[in-house]
C-alpha cells in the first residue's frame, strides 16, 4: 500500500510498526488495535494505517486492562469520533 504525503512528494515512511490504537466512539465506549505509524521524511506528518482486527471478542468491550496496557505504549495514538469527543477527553488519554 502506497502512502504518500500530499504537501510533500514522497511517500511516508514507517515510523513504529504495531502501536496500540484506541478508537473511542461517541458514547466513550473504546475498541483497541494494533497498526503502523508512518511518517513524512519531509515535514514528520503522521498518520496511523494498517489495524488490525479489533480487540473485540463476541461485541464484549476489551478489558481495563488491555486499554491500561494500551495506555502504557508510549507510542499509542487515541482516535477520537470527532473533534468535540477529543476536546473533551484531553488533555490526557485517560477516560
Ligand atoms: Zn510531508
Known amino acids: 500500500m502506497n502512502i504518500s504525503c500530499a504537501s510533500c512528494h514522497v511517500r511516508l515512511k514507517k515510523d513504529r510498526i504495531g502501536i496500540h490504537v484506541i478508537e473511542y466512539n461517541a458514547r466513550g465506549m ?4 494494533r497498526a503502523n505509524l508512518l511518517g513524512c521524511p519531509l515535514c514528520g506528518h503522521q498518520v ?3 489495524y488490525s482486527q479489533a480487540t473485540t471478542v463476541d461485541g464484549t468491550p476489551p478489558s481495563r486492562a488491555l486499554l491500561d496496557i494500551a495506555l502504557t505504549d508510549p507510542y499509542h495514538v487515541c482516535i477520537y469520533e470527532d473533534q468535540e469527543q477529543r476536546e473533551w477527553f484531553e488533555p490526557g488519554d485517560n477516560p
Not at 473504546?30 to 488495535?33: A, K
Open 30 to 33: 473504546y475498541r483497541l488495535y
Open 48 to 50: 496511523v494505517s494498517g
